[in-house]
């Protein structure tokens, strides 16, 4: 699912493309796409971008009023939704859910896979937009206490902590693993549990990791963004278990649930503990290694 930095320069390319621009039409290949169905999308055509906003991981299009109240175009991209700018329309495929045609080009909505999970919602007044917001605080404008309030409201792992959008606004599961491996903190270390310390080396983990990769994607997007991915190639864990932590050069390890997967150096992160794997430390049982060192 795509995180703070990259709706964040999703968003920046958007606004410089269609900011003041009219909306000419909205193809929906796929009806199902859109999710509400009052006010009708009929009464976008022909109303110019106001501007482009992130709401958690959402992509959010205000547009001009409407008695009064501005239309919210929202978009969901979940798990395997992206967006794709094009200067011409091009033949639709079967991936395709939605195109946005302005006077400037169309932003294609795709989305990889059967499941369909992305959603478009129109939305009228502030006061819907903020009924769908989740309502975490803002990583990036957030003060060390108001930060530590928030994720100690709950007791809860870290991991999922930082990845409750009730809590911490624009992080999933590929830059909580990233930040939790730059804190040194492990992921079911309890929120309960943290000291003083601890609270700060997550508070500024997390601004220094959701910076860096925002400045990072934002240098290497070009006009506009075309691999957006969970899994990059300068990730320190995510997405790399067995291979070397850069850190310590310890194999990273992985916890897996469902469709989640945790990952985390053993070493940097755990004191050498091995985390058990709900499914296949069971299976092993004894034969399941306790510490790093145990791998060889």
Same mark, same amino acid.
């Given at each position: 699912?795509?995180?703070?930095? %990259? ?7 958007? /606004? ?9 039409? $909205? ?22 971008? =106001?501007?482009?906003?992130?709401? &958690? ?5 205000? @547009?001009?009023?409407?008695?009064? +109240?501005?239309? @919210? ?10 967006? !794709? ?21 169309? *932003? ?14 129109? $939305? ?17 404008? #957030? ?9 100690? =409201?709950?007791?809860?792992? *870290? ?21 939790? !491996? ?15 310390? %601890?609270?700060?080396?997550? @508070? ?21 963004? +075309? /691999? ?6 300068? @990730?320190?864990?995510? &997405? ?7 850190? #310590?050069?310890?194999?990273? +390890? ?13 070493? #940097? ?28």
């Amino acid at each position: 699912m795509p995180e703070l930095p %990259d709706i964040t320069v999703y968003i920046e390319r958007l /606004e410089a493309k269609v900011k003041g621009v009219a909306l000419a039409d $909205l193809r929906l290949p796929n009806a199902f796409v859109l999710r509400t169905a009052v006010p009708p999308v009929t009464l976008l055509k022909g109303r110019r971008v =106001s501007g482009v906003l992130r709401v &958690g991981k959402r992509v959010v299009f205000e @547009f001009e009023p409407l008695d009064g +109240q501005a239309l @919210f175009l929202v978009i969901h991209l979940m798990v395997a939704g992206r967006l !794709h700018w094009q200067a011409t329309p091009r033949k639709l495929t079967r991936s395709v859910l939605a195109v946005l045609d302005f006077e400037s080009g169309s *932003l294609v909505l795709t989305e990889a896979g059967t499941k369909r999970r992305a959603s478009l919602h129109l $939305l009228h007044g502030a006061a819907a937009l903020a009924a769908i917001d989740p309502g975490g605080i803002e990583p990036l404008e #957030c003060t060390l206490d108001s930060f530590t309030a928030r994720l100690r =409201s709950e007791n809860h792992t *870290l991991k999922r902590a930082l990845t409750d959008p009730r809590l911490v606004s624009g992080v999933g599961n590929a830059y909580s693993d990233e930040i939790l !491996h730059r804190a040194r903190l492990s992921p079911i270390a309890l929120t309960s549990a943290l000291g003083a310390d %601890d609270w700060r080396w997550l @508070f500024e983990a997390v601004r220094a990791v959701l910076t860096e990769w925002t400045d990072r994607l934002r240098r290497n997007a070009g006009d506009f963004p +075309q /691999e957006v991915t969970a899994f990059r190639p300068g @990730f320190a864990v995510h &997405g790399r278990f067995g291979k070397p932590c850069p850190v #310590c050069q310890a194999p990273v +390890q992985r916890i897996v649930y469902a469709d989640n997967e945790t990952n985390y150096c053993a070493r #940097c992160q755990t004191a050498g503990r091995v985390l058990a794997d709900r499914a296949l430390s069971r299976l092993l049982k004894s034969s399941w290694p306790r510490a790093i060192d145990e791998l060889g």
